[in-house]
């Protein structure tokens, strides 16, 4: 007995420390594992309290192109404003986008440039087209609109006008009989008062260009200053001869004045359906163009409004066919340019800010443009650029 409990006393020191140090490498792997767990926690909240601090304070730089096109988009002095830029600078604004405007001088260019992926977005009033949106995106559309057509307020009367009336109602043809009347006359006049008129001039020069003066005198006045050489049958013939060129004033006159007459009353165009046979000018690159081609009409292309409208000063067009608003914006602030917006809206389309396919603002935008909407807000920024007339 004595043996077995000095044993057991002697076994209890050897078994203590063993068992103790398994209790403390247990002990010091649950630390480990919870410490981890710890650490792992902290720098992931570390993660993401960093990424949410970059995205609350940091922005994103882009470049946006713009096509100046008043009221949507206006330059002076380099800045840029206009619904379109407005509306953009909102957005920006809640997207943390900061904004690096690219102006390009056409339409076409513009789009070309998105598409490359020049530019980051594309801002100005850029109609939604199947042709565009085979290479570029676009958002929710942001305005509705259309085409119209500008012309000269009062119908042109000018000597090109009334030349082109003449010719159309067969005037011309009639007053080169006239003319060749009045030479042929003279010729004869001047053979019969060389032969019976001694006083006439012996010169043919002079006495053709008197006898140029007298029968001219003739058909614009019908008067003549010339002797009677035949006594009473000589008078007949004279009264004869004056009442030839009384119908001749008249007709003329009247033929003048009735041409003046319709061209002053009637523009000539008041309507997409009188354009055919006539010269319509366009925007470059604009929705217009691609519209009046597939139609059959002739169109000459222009960068912007006022090289547009300059030409059909000049009589080069007939008209100008471009979004409905612009005409509309462009005719009410400058008066002095004398030209009016005619008949209704035809080809209705839609405004859109466009990206390059593979950009990743599309969405994004589209949502801002949505809550804008709903909000009220885009309808604010109509009213201010356009008011209740439009």
């Not at 919870?34 to 309290?49: G, K």
């Not at 001694?198 to 614009?220: C, I, K, L, N």
């Not at 597939?294 to 471009?322: D, F, M, P």
Request: glycine share 8%; proline share 4%; aromatic share 10%.
């Amino acid at each position: 007995m004595t043996f077995l409990n000095n044993q057991r006393h002697d076994a209890h020191p050897a078994i203590a420390p063993h068992g103790r140090l398994l209790l403390a490498v247990s002990l010091m792997r649950r630390l480990g594992f919870l410490a981890l767990l710890c650490l792992a926690t902290v720098f992931a909240w570390a993660q993401n309290a960093e990424a949410q601090s970059n995205e609350a304070g940091s922005t994103r730089s882009v470049n946006v192109g713009v096509y100046v096109s008043p009221p949507f988009v206006s330059e002076q002095a380099g800045n840029y404003d206009g619904m379109a830029i407005d509306l953009w600078e909102i957005i920006a604004g809640k997207l943390g986008l900061a904004t690096h405007y690219v102006a390009y001088p056409t339409l076409r260019e513009l789009v070309e440039a998105t598409r490359d992926g020049e530019v980051d977005a594309a801002v100005t009033n850029l109609t939604i087209t199947h042709k565009r949106a085979a290479v570029i995106s676009y958002t929710q559309p942001w305005y509705d609109a259309g085409l119209r057509l500008m012309v000269p307020e009062e119908g042109s009367a000018g000597f090109r006008s009334v030349v082109a009336g003449l010719s159309n109602a067969g005037h011309l043809r009639a007053y080169a009989w006239l003319a060749f009347v009045i030479v042929l006359s003279t010729i004869l006049v001047t053979l019969f008062d060389r032969k019976f008129d001694r006083d006439f001039p012996s010169r043919w020069r002079e006495g053709f260009a008197e006898s140029f003066y007298q029968v001219m005198s003739v058909a614009t006045s019908g008067r003549t200053s010339r002797k009677n050489l035949f006594g009473w049958k000589g008078r007949i013939w004279s009264a004869v001869w004056m009442v030839c060129g009384v119908a001749v004033v008249a007709y003329i006159t009247s033929s003048v004045t009735s041409v003046m007459t319709a061209v002053s009353i009637e523009q000539g165009i008041n309507s997409l359906a009188d354009l055919p046979g006539k010269t319509a000018g366009v925007f470059t690159g604009s929705a217009a163009e691609d519209y009046l081609s597939k139609v059959g009409i002739g169109t000459r292309s222009y960068s912007g409004i006022e090289s547009a409208i300059a030409a059909l000063e000049a009589g080069r067009i007939e008209a100008i066919v471009a979004d409905a608003p612009i005409l509309e914006y462009h005719a009410h602030m400058h008066p002095e340019q004398k030209t009016a917006v005619v008949g209704s809206l035809f080809h209705p389309d839609k405004y859109g800010f466009a990206f390059p396919h593979d950009g990743d603002l599309t969405k994004p935008v589209t949502l801002q443009i949505l809550d804008l909407q709903e909000s009220g807000t885009i309808e604010d920024l109509r009213l201010k650029y356009f008011g209740n007339a439009l």
